[in-house]
């Protein structure tokens, strides 16, 4: 009798706890979209980038990946950048702000579980990231005609691939805020280091295998990334399932996540 209290107990506990996440995802959410502006901005960059590519690709092919179309490269590109900027740049960009102006020791100091704070800001930047997916994933299928992952093995992939590469890219977010001295510095140095690796990573123009650029990529986790994505969508006779690729990212995502843990101030560092 007393053991099935207890796990009654234990549960009540856990379903208020994920009552209390949820709730806290829900005020994240609306914190962010009664900012038009930044929301409109943060979901509709990406989206823009896409329309303008896809637009001028015309039917403009491939040679060296399959002969596929160009769009057909750009729409698995974007998915991939949305993603990436959501959970990297803007999450990182986020963290700082809320540092130096003490919301984050605020938060510390409430009622509030720092686990649950924590974990809800997580949910909510994954939350941006994947309404951005669905809304390039419809742009792709209804403006450019781009065969989208229809198998079940296929969608599964896409899935996994996605929710990997958002908590990977989270993590190095996470762990890039720990290096930001201020938030003026936040922006400028973010986007730089985002910017360059999505130039060296092949995002705007495919990467012929073998080449300086495609070498110089592999060291980095957005070009797996994006590779990874491609894969679930193009793959003519192999697996949707680009293993190798996926497993750096994860790596980063862990090394990230180390150094997130370690570095991680909940006051403004006052420099």
């Given at each position: 009798?007393?053991?099935?209290?207890?796990?009654?107990?234990?549960?009540?506990?856990?379903?208020?706890?994920?009552?209390?996440?949820?709730?806290?995802?829900?005020?994240?959410?609306?914190?962010?979209?009664?900012?038009?502006?930044?929301?409109?901005?943060?979901?509709?960059?990406?989206?823009?980038?896409?329309?303008?590519?896809?637009?001028?690709?015309?039917?403009?092919?491939?040679?060296?990946?399959?002969?596929?179309?160009?769009?057909?490269?750009?729409?698995?590109?974007?998915?991939?950048?949305?993603?990436?900027?959501?959970?990297?740049?803007?999450?990182?960009?986020?963290?700082?702000?809320?540092?130096?102006?003490?919301?984050?020791?605020?938060?510390?100091?409430?009622?509030?579980?720092?686990?649950?704070?924590?974990?809800?800001?997580?949910?909510?930047t994954l939350l941006i990231a994947f309404?951005?997916?669905?809304?390039?994933?419809?742009?792709?299928?209804w403006a450019f005609g781009v065969q989208?992952?229809?198998?079940?093995?296929?969608?599964?992939?896409?899935?996994?691939?996605?929710?990997?590469?958002?908590?990977?890219?989270?993590?190095?977010?996470?762990?890039?805020?720990?290096?930001?001295?201020?938030?003026?510095?936040?922006?400028?140095?973010?986007?730089?280091?985002?910017?360059?690796?999505?130039?060296?990573?092949?995002?705007?123009?495919?990467?012929?295998?073998?080449?300086?650029?495609?070498?110089?990529?592999?060291?980095?986790?957005?070009?797996?990334?994006?590779?990874?994505?491609?894969?679930?969508?193009?793959?003519?006779?192999?697996?949707?399932?680009?293993?190798?690729?996926?497993?750096?990212?994860?790596i980063w995502g862990a090394v990230g996540?180390?150094?997130?843990?370690?570095?991680?101030?909940?006051?403004?560092?006052?420099?």
């Amino acid at each position: 009798m007393s053991t099935r209290g207890e796990s009654t107990r234990e549960l009540r506990s856990a379903l208020s706890e994920l009552r209390l996440v949820v709730r806290q995802v829900g005020y994240e959410q609306l914190s962010f979209w009664l900012n038009p502006v930044g929301a409109i901005f943060t979901v509709g960059f990406s989206l823009l980038f896409l329309v303008m590519l896809g637009a001028s690709a015309g039917s403009s092919r491939i040679s060296y990946m399959h002969n596929i179309r160009l769009v057909q490269y750009y729409v698995p590109g974007f998915i991939a950048y949305g993603v990436m900027s959501a959970s990297f740049n803007n999450l990182a960009i986020s963290l700082v702000i809320r540092r130096e102006t003490g919301l984050l020791k605020r938060l510390r100091l409430s009622p509030l579980p720092t686990w649950t704070l924590l974990t809800s800001i997580l949910l909510s930047t994954l939350l941006i990231a994947f309404a951005q997916v669905v809304l390039m994933l419809a742009v792709g299928r209804w403006a450019f005609g781009v065969q989208l992952p229809s198998g079940a093995s296929d969608i599964v992939a896409l899935v996994v691939v996605l929710a990997l590469g958002g908590l990977s890219f989270a993590a190095l977010g996470s762990a890039m805020s720990t290096l930001i001295p201020n938030q003026q510095a936040a922006g400028p140095l973010t986007s730089t280091v985002f910017f360059v690796l999505l130039f060296l990573s092949g995002l705007w123009f495919p990467l012929k295998s073998g080449s300086t650029l495609a070498k110089i990529s592999t060291f980095f986790p957005i070009r797996h990334f994006i590779t990874a994505v491609l894969t679930a969508f193009e793959h003519p006779g192999d697996s949707a399932w680009a293993g190798h690729d996926l497993l750096i990212v994860v790596i980063w995502g862990a090394v990230g996540a180390a150094i997130a843990l370690r570095r991680f101030q909940w006051a403004p560092q006052h420099t």
